[in-house]
């Protein structure tokens, strides 16, 4: 046995309530990683679009939506590079301590005053997450031996902490930002995710052999692979230092607006030419080359998903600070704590669709069936405020219910469609391109992101009641087409279920 490594084998472990011990240490750091990014943007567009004589940076709607929207997007999109380094040269275990420094370093950045620095900030958070998210969801699915079936359950689990972390962060960082400003905020984020990254170094040992090694390889093909990842980094700085120069001299003008437009230009290409690479140039066999069909498809339906569902963040952040009545006993609590009911539903719900899934057995829907309900009930959540978007458009202060509503129907949402993609992803996936497969995951709410930004920048421009009508009716319309097809792409999914 290593030293620093388990004894007790996790797919035989079952010491942290029913499932090995090495997910606590996982649910505990996805935890705080969630804790920092929930926290942060909770505050981020309201921290963006607050006057500057309240600490805030003074931007107008379209164009802190355009950042949003390219940062959240950002988040995700890396996530595919992070685990093709996992992958082939670091390892899960390794790239999610070095993901979590660096996230770490990133939110503490953003404490610190000058606009310059905010921006710094939220690249070097973009960058760590990119370590950090697919792997230490790869590792999950590696404490699981194939066809265990405890492993839908264990994704529910870790991602029960996942929103543990999202119900808190944004009470206690609205809190503190309201108390001691908005940087003050950002900095309890950052605390949090050195918490974390402590947490993940003690409870290393319990995850066995889980993500421990890059894929076997030889020593050439390990050289160069290294060698072409600093040739990448390298053409990456440069690129960036080149455009910053630019710039300065006025042979280029970067604005956020141009960003975003280039952007989801860069994030449209990564993607066709990502799936056309993924089936033409991979030495797939026959079964696996269906199992690809059906995680387009998937990646596809949570793109949509994810357009609708993180306008959390942004369209429905503005509307609870600009529309709602966030009043308790005549106190005016912190508009970001809205941000929370996601994360309070998903924490007390995820146990019970974890409990339904293992009590149906085998007559659990299929995944294709799990994405399609996802769909509709992300729908039916902003259909709900069709009707207070109609009251506050004559200045009325809704009740807060109806966001709350709204959340609910979304958490319903999330539930069938989230953990159910993490796990499918683990099943479907040859393990010799786990982790770069779930970067494909990640890439799919990227554009989800990068979507739900742009619409948000219609906030001002568009009535509510066409904004949310529209963003509802669509998601709905998107989940019915998909269950009538969920039949025949289950077929292709080869036994998986």
Not at 70 to 86: D, E, K, N, Q, R
Not at 147 to 164: C, E, K, L, T
Not at 240 to 254: C, N, P, T, V
């Amino acid at each position: 046995m290593r030293a620093g490594v388990s004894a007790v084998s996790p797919s035989e472990d079952r010491r942290f309530f029913g499932h090995p011990r090495g997910l606590s240490t996982l649910f505990f750091t996805e935890f705080w990683e969630r804790w920092g990014y929930y926290g942060m943007r909770s505050l981020l567009i309201l921290f963006m679009t607050a006057a500057t004589t309240g600490g805030g940076l003074g931007f107008d709607v379209v164009k802190a939506s355009a950042i949003y929207g390219l940062y959240t997007a950002m988040v995700y999109m890396v996530s595919l590079p992070g685990g093709w380094i996992a992958d082939r040269i670091l390892g899960q275990r390794r790239s999610v301590l070095i993901g979590g420094i660096i996230i770490a370093a990133g939110y503490l950045m953003l404490a610190v005053p000058g606009e310059a620095v905010f921006y710094t900030g939220l690249v070097t958070v973009i960058a760590g997450t990119g370590l950090l998210k697919p792997n230490i969801s790869t590792i999950v699915g590696q404490l699981y031996r194939q066809g265990d079936p405890r492993r839908d359950a264990g994704f529910s689990v870790f991602y029960m902490g996942i929103n543990m972390g999202a119900f808190f962060a944004p009470i206690f960082c609205g809190l503190v930002a309201r108390s001691y400003g908005w940087r003050s905020g950002m900095a309890l984020a950052g605390v949090g995710m050195v918490v974390g990254v402590a947490q993940y170094l003690y409870g290393y040992r319990f995850l066995g052999e889980a993500g421990l090694h890059p894929v076997k390889t030889s020593a050439e093909d390990y050289a160069r692979q290294k060698a072409l990842l600093w040739k990448s980094l390298g053409a990456i700085a440069a690129l960036f230092i080149a455009a910053l120069a630019a710039d300065a001299a006025g042979i280029l003008h970067i604005t956020a607006k141009g960003l975003n437009e280039a952007g989801g230009t860069g994030l449209l290409l990564l993607t066709v030419a990502f799936f056309g690479w993924l089936f033409t140039a991979g030495d797939w066999d026959a079964t696996e080359r269906k199992r690809l069909i059906v995680i387009s498809v998937l990646f596809a339906a949570s793109c949509l998903f994810w357009s609708v569902f993180e306008q959390a963040g942004s369209t429905l952040n503005i509307f609870a600070a600009n529309s709602t009545d966030n009043r308790i006993f005549g106190w005016e609590y912190p508009a970001a704590w809205m941000q929370s009911l996601n994360g309070l539903f998903i924490w007390t719900l995820a146990p019970v669709f974890a409990w339904i899934w293992i009590k149906m057995g085998s007559r659990e829907p299929s995944s294709p069936t799990k994405f399609s309900w996802g769909l509709v009930f992300v729908g039916l959540g902003f259909l709900v405020l069709i009707v207070p978007a109609g009251l506050a458009a004559t200045g009325a202060k809704v009740s807060p219910l109806w966001l709350t509503a709204t959340y609910l129907l979304h958490t319903f949402g999330e539930l069938c469609l989230s953990p159910v993609g993490l796990s499918a992803i683990t099943k479907l996936a040859p393990a010799r391109v786990a982790g770069l497969m779930m970067g494909v995951w990640f890439l799919s709410i990227s554009i989800g992101n990068y979507l739900g930004g742009r619409m948000a920048g219609l906030y001002t421009s568009l009535p509510l009641t066409s904004l949310f009508g529209a963003v509802g009716g669509f998601a709905i319309i998107a989940g019915l087409l998909l269950a009538v097809f969920a039949r025949p792409i289950t077929k292709l999914m080869g036994g998986v279920k």
